[in-house]
């Protein structure tokens, strides 16, 4: 094994460790949530990069084409919740700049979903890195 291999497996070490504690950060949420009886506000924002972005686009069998590039206000979305942090609701869409923000009530149960969707896109994408790390010859 090369030097270069090294460092391209180090790389990528360094990215499952960051993803490691996005997960770790998020299952912490999580658990904190369960059975807090707390409102939560969920906060969007939607970047506007020009006018497309706006716009939803099917396909002829209603596939979706694309849709406009979203992006937390804050990590982990939850800092109206008051386990995580004061805040305010606002249950329209306002713009600022050019974001688009969205805020909306949600139950536990809803949060949890969602959380629970982050971390499955969170380890989908550790277990891959973890093969490209193994396929250069490190195993972890």
Do not use: W
Not at 79 to 98: R, V
């Amino acid at each position: 094994m090369n030097i270069k291999t090294l460092e391209k497996a180090s790389k990528i070490i360094e990215q499952i460790k960051k993803l490691d504690a996005e997960i770790i950060e998020l299952d912490s949420y999580a658990m904190k949530l369960i059975n807090s009886n707390s409102e939560i506000n969920l906060t969007l924002s939607f970047d506007k990069e020009n006018n497309e972005s706006d716009k939803v686009n099917f396909d002829e069998d209603g596939s979706l084409i694309n849709m406009p590039r979203m992006e937390y206000i804050s990590p982990f979305f939850m800092t109206h919740n008051p386990l995580f942090g004061a805040g305010g609701f606002c249950g329209e869409p306002k713009k600022q700049n050019d974001t688009e923000t969205l805020n909306r009530k949600l139950s536990e149960s809803a949060t949890l979903k969602i959380i629970g969707i982050i971390l499955i896109e969170l380890n989908d994408k550790r277990n891959d890195l973890i093969s490209k790390v193994n396929k250069i010859g490190i195993q972890l």
